[in-house]
């Protein structure tokens, strides 16, 4: 089952290999200079850094959704149902940490980094905070608590993530009726913008009613204009990650209130 599993990640990689190769070739042919050679090496860089931290805090969420899921309100049986349930408790859940990483000075410091970027492909989607995994279950006790399966909010989670990946490209343009339902590309276009218009909208992971429903959505209009407001951050993998954290304390320490 493990050589199973094995070859299942293999084939995964190389599909999105794939599709990263394809959208390079897309961007060269077209001259859209969706990619720069530096910023894509601090992407992979980043990416690679990233894998390792999950192994280094590997049991660390199922821990934490253990130990609220012993205090659970109730206990439900696994179904179809239930699943469903638990996929829009999670994404509901996601649409408020998301939100949080960009509107609390704390939790910015640790998203900072995924926003760094003046460029906007696939790669970036794997432009991730090494220490995200510290904060990012808490977001999710909730639904630990209510009862939900632990093992369908982390499958649940899983899949949300790795739908993102796929919003990160410049080769999909509007998709109609869908783009008041779902996280598209032209949505999450919109979510990575520094433009006025487009600062804090479409949190949704999959989603988008939340942002409807709570008032952040922002259609794409006018151009987007990538990265973050202060500017070029640079394309050292160490220096994206950790510029969050130094700016957080900086501002901590200058702050006379």
């Known amino acids: 089952m493990e050589f199973e599993f094995g070859n299942y990640k293999l084939y995964a990689l190389l599909f999105i290999f794939l599709l990263i190769t394809a959208e390079i070739i897309w961007s060269w042919r077209l001259d ?15 990416f690679v850094g990233f894998q390792l931290s999950k192994y280094l805090f590997a049991g660390y969420q199922l821990a934490v959704f253990g130990f609220f899921y012993t ?59 090494w220490l995200g995994v510290l ?16 093992d369908y909010i982390v499958i649940c989670y899983s899949l949300n993530l790795r739908y993102q990946f796929f919003l990160h490209t410049e080769v999909i343009g509007k998709m109609g009726f869908l ?55 640079g394309y050292n993998p160490f220096v994206l990650v950790f510029t969050g954290f130094i700016d957080f304390v900086r501002n901590k320490m200058n702050y006379k209130g």
């Open 32 to 46: 859209k200079k969706a990619y720069d050679i530096k910023d894509t090496f601090a992407n992979l860089s980043i």
């Open 71 to 129: 205090y659970r309100f109730f206990t439900f049986q696994k179904s179809a149902f239930i699943f469903f349930i638990s996929f829009l408790g999670v994404d509901f859940c996601y649409y408020w940490f998301h939100c949080c990483s960009h509107k609390i000075k704390f939790f910015w410091a640790f998203h900072l980094v995924h926003h760094s970027s003046q460029h906007y492909n696939l790669t970036v989607s794997y432009r991730l905070n």
């Open 135 to 150: 904060i990012s279950p808490l977001f999710f006790i909730p639904l630990a608590v209510i009862g939900l399966p632990l």
């Open 179 to 233: 783009e008041n339902i779902i996280d598209t590309p032209s949505n999450h276009r919109v979510h990575h913008g520094s433009n006025d218009a487009y600062i804090d909208k479409n949190f949704g992971g999959i989603l988008i009613i939340w942002d409807k429903l709570f008032k952040t959505y922002e259609p794409e209009k006018e151009k987007v204009k990538y990265g973050i407001t202060t500017g070029f951050a």
